[in-house]
């Protein structure tokens, strides 16, 4: 982006510009301003999509000794870390996850002086009740809080303002360009903070990473992450990290739109039955863990699949057993008739479901406990909670990849300052989120993360940017 | 039966808001909607009366207006609520009521005012009306206190027979059996949670009007506007008894219990509807259902006018003006009374008894759940 471009400049240069207005944006912001630094949030969406993948989110996953008003029991730091380690498989910056598991603890009570709210601690029903804190009326009603408490100290938020250009002297930030409805804006700072999410909803750079499969993925969140930061940084001389085929892929309803379906999409219902290919094979063991466990490999599960597509079968016996969905099932008298409804091969899908009929073995079926309902001498086996497919009416969900969020990021440090190729942290760089998501999230995911990461991180750089620029 | 367009709606959106769950701690409804997973017409009712019209969830959710799933918590419910009135209105034939309420509701009232003009002049002589009076039984030299007691009691009547008629049809629809309603754990309940306006909290912060902004304006001139009503109720009613218990007539002294009741319920049956009425001009129209304005209207402006005319009453009582707004406040009253069955009042009927059967479901969740 050349120069002449630039229509208009701010008339005030700012101690510390935020790009980005989902959670690490705000928490950054409110952090910088409370520091005492003036503050400019930069938001591409609009007012009423404000927030990106912030907007979309329930809870909040943060260590803590004791239980609370929130929480019911205690989730001690070391734990917390057995949890991640688990999770990514080792890929992990041991520091950087330590720091944040720490810092988190303090979290939950920063965020409520924020002004946000959170309900009080649920029973069990997603078994997240000792571990995340939910917020009350969820990421929307935290994100309005947040942006309530921004405005009242003073933080000035552009929407329609998406980052196009980058003004970067080496490892120092100059300004940021803004493209707005009406034309171009440069924005000076004295400190960057970029917040500005992942590159998830940019399908041709999903395709960089994972070839044409990627154009059948579906994007559970905001269709503004495209990555331009992100990109802009790296082309900037800021060090990445991570793996772009890395990424929190879940399976959906396939009948889900393009962008920002958000978690109502989600189908959990997998356990219960088989999943099919068009071909109508089983390609995974249904049963392998308690759904929360293994709900995040689905996504790569079905992409690596013909067309990026599969088909969980299960009959009336499961119909209510799991949480209801947006889309009904499709429902059918037959497997045949159900076949033809879903386009599949009458005669191969019923010899599937006949065959994993015949090799399951009957146990007490327990939806809350790893059961001994299991198959034998099937291949995949189904561990877990297999029961035969043989009580009409039948049921059928399509399923697609639905992408949460990338991790190929910006390399930061413990000050969430980012580190140049050539070595060595940035003057006046900072990073939080989803942007640099990856240093402490190599793969794999656990619930509340995303979160935890953008508060922690957003804190810290914002305070971070804000003592810089006072300098 | 053929579904209405608005409950197909509420439908849609019970599943979409019952797959999400985001909005769990706002108010009743969310926790009422996670005990089902499909929803009867009159699910959808009950549902319907029991949201406040808070707003929290239309504010809070990610998928209201513009984005595509159009989630529309309040405004839908509203829809569905303004509905059911005329479903469960007594008698059937007096349905068409609900329809264009608000001309209805002002031709009612501008009648019975008219009536009592005419009434009061037809039945003095010329030269007694316009007349200052004073003291005790100067409103009865004007009307007889058997017929105001006499008028008053069968329009009073009537208005019970209906609200007991409707509240049946409720009931009925709902399919909650009439034994709730004689157990006192969730009757006290639904009594604290209306009395208190619990779920027109926004969760806890207060409502949503105009923005993103919680404020707890609406709850305020509500409570002004129901305790209002109940302090002129219960000022009628002590009035009655010195009436027939202490022989005593009115009007009363200022210092007395029927006008010290009546002068602060007017105060609030006047300040209150106004603010509401404020509330509602300045409130984002998505939140609401367009077709109940005339409703909502003109039984703020029913409460106003009976408040408003009462207050003058007391003013002005010594004056040569007292007839006429003796005729005016009485044909006021009069209306709002036969009118309340057939117009916005009821909407706090069947919110109470929405709340006592969610608090009567609440204990049985609870108690099943101690027993698993
Ligand atoms: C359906 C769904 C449910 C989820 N549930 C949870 C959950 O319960 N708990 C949890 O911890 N995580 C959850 N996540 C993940 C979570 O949403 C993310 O981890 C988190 O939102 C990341 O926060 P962020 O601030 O980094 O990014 P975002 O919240 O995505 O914000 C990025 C912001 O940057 C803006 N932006 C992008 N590009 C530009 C540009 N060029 N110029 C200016 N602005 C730009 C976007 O408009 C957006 O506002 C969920 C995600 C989805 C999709
Ligand atoms: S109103 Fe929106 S956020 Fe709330 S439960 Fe319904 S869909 Fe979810
Ligand atoms: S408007 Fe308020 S009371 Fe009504 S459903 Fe929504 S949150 Fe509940």
């Not at chain 1, 499961?318 to 008298?333: R, V």
């Amino acid at each position: 982006m050349t120069p002449e471009h630039v229509i208009a400049d701010h008339p005030l240069t700012y101690d510390v510009v935020v790009v980005g207005g989902g959670n690490a944006a705000l928490c950054a912001a409110i952090a910088a301003r409370r520091a005492g630094a003036s503050v400019i949030v930069l938001e591409a969406a609009s007012k009423f999509y404000r927030g990106g993948n912030t907007r979309h989110t329930r809870n909040m996953r943060c260590a803590h000794d004791a239980a609370t008003a929130t929480l019911s029991g205690p989730y001690p730091e070391e734990e917390f870390w057995d949890d991640l380690l688990r999770v990514t498989e080792g890929e992990t910056n041991e520091q950087l996850a330590r720091m944040m598991i720490r810092e988190s603890k303090d979290m939950l009570d920063w965020i409520a002086e924020q002004g946000v709210r959170f309900q009080p601690s649920l029973g069990g029903t997603l078994s997240l009740g000792r571990t995340n804190s939910f917020f009350l009326g969820g990421g929307r009603a935290m994100l309005n809080a947040l942006y309530l408490t921004a405005e009242r100290l003073g933080v000035d938020v552009i929407y329609e303002a998406e980052v196009v250009a980058l003004d970067i002297d080496t490892d120092r930030f100059r300004a940021a360009i803004v493209q707005q409805p009406d034309g171009r804006l440069r924005v000076r700072g004295n400190a960057l903070v970029a917040a500005a999410g992942g590159f998830e909803s940019n399908i041709d750079k999903l395709v960089e990473g994972w070839g044409e499969i990627a154009r059948n993925f579906l994007i559970r969140g905001t269709p503004n992450n495209r990555g331009t930061v992100l990109d802009l940084l790296l082309a900037g001389g800021v060090d990445s990290i991570g793996d772009p085929t890395q990424c929190h892929a879940v399976a959906i309803d396939a009948r889900a739109p393009k962008y920002d379906g958000g978690i109502i999409t989600r189908l959990d219902c997998i356990v219960f039955g088989i999943v099919v290919n068009t071909n109508c094979e089983r390609f995974y063991d249904e049963g392998e863990d308690v759904w929360p466990k293994r709900y995040a490999i689905w996504g790569r599960l079905v992409a690596a699949q013909p067309d990026q597509i599969a088909y969980i079968i299960f009959d009336a016996k499961s119909a209510n057993l799991f949480m209801p969905s947006l889309y009904p099932a499709i429902e059918a008298a037959s497997i045949g008739e159900l076949a033809g409804k879903l386009g599949l091969d009458a005669e191969r899908l019923s010899a599937t479901v006949t065959k994993f009929n015949t090799s399951v073995r009957d146990g007490d079926f327990n939806p809350d406990i790893l059961d001994n309902c299991r198959t034998e001498n099937l291949t995949p086996p189904k561990s877990h909670w297999a029961r035969r497919i043989e009580t009409g009416p039948y049921y059928a969900y399509p399923v697609r990849p639905g992408i949460t969020f990338t991790y190929l990021g910006v390399r930061v440090d413990h000050e969430a300052r980012m580190m140049m190729k050539t070595g060595g942290p940035a003057q006046n760089m900072y990073a939080a989120g989803e942007i640099m998501a990856g240093n402490v999230l190599g793969r794999g995911y656990a619930a509340g993360i995303g979160m935890t990461i953008g508060s922690v991180f957003g804190r810290i750089a914002g305070s971070g940017a804000a003592r810089h620029a006072a300098q | 039966m053929q579904r209405s367009e608005a409950l197909t709606e509420a439908d849609r959106l019970m599943t979409i808001c019952n797959s999400c769950r985001y909005c769990e701690g706002l108010c009743a409804v969310f926790p009422a909607m996670e005990m089902r997973r499909a929803f009867t017409g009159g699910d959808l009712n009950y549902l319907a009366h029991l949201c406040h019209a808070c707003g929290a969830c239309y504010v809070d959710c990610q998928f209201s207006p513009p984005h595509e799933f159009d989630v529309r918590v309040p405004a839908v419910l509203a829809r569905v609520r303004h509905e059911s009135y005329a479903d469960y209105a007594w008698p059937r034939a007096l349905a068409p009521l609900f329809r264009r309420n608000g001309l209805a509701i002002a031709v009612i009232t501008v009648l019975s005012i008219a009536a009592f003009i005419l009434g009061l002049a037809a039945f003095n002589a010329p030269s007694t009306w316009l007349e200052s009076r004073h003291g005790p039984g100067s409103f009865y030299a004007l009307m007889p206190h058997n017929a105001m007691a006499l008028l008053f009691g069968a329009a009073f009547l009537w208005a019970a027979v209906a609200f007991i008629m409707g509240a049946r049809a409720f009931w009925n629809d709902i399919g909650e059996p009439s034994a709730t309603l004689a157990k006192p754990r969730p009757l006290l309940r639904a009594i604290r949670d209306a009395a208190s306006l619990r779920y027109l909290d926004g969760g806890g912060v207060g409502c949503y009007n105009e923005d993103e902004r919680p404020s707890d304006n609406r709850r305020f001139y509500h409570h002004l506007t129901f305790y209002g009503f109940l302090l002129c109720f219960a000022s009628t009613s002590v009035a009655t008894l010195y009436h027939y218990l202490l022989q005593r007539e009115a009007p009363y002294p200022l210092w007395d219990l029927p006008v010290v009741l009546g002068t602060l319920g007017g105060i609030g049956i006047v300040i209150g509807p106004i603010g509401l009425y404020a509330a509602k001009r300045k409130r984002e129209p998505a939140m609401m259902d367009g077709g109940s304005r005339g409703m909502d209207v003109a039984f703020l402006a029913m409460l106003v006018l009976a408040g408003a005319t009462g207050l003058a009453l007391l003013l002005l009582r010594e004056t040569r003006a007292m007839d006429v707004l003796l005729a005016l406040h009485l044909g006021a009253v009069f209306a709002l009374f036969v009118t309340m069955p057939y117009g916005k009042f009821v909407h706090g009927l069947y919110r109470f008894m929405a709340l006592v059967r969610y608090a009567r479901e609440r204990h049985s969740a609870e108690l099943e759940a101690r027993s698993t």
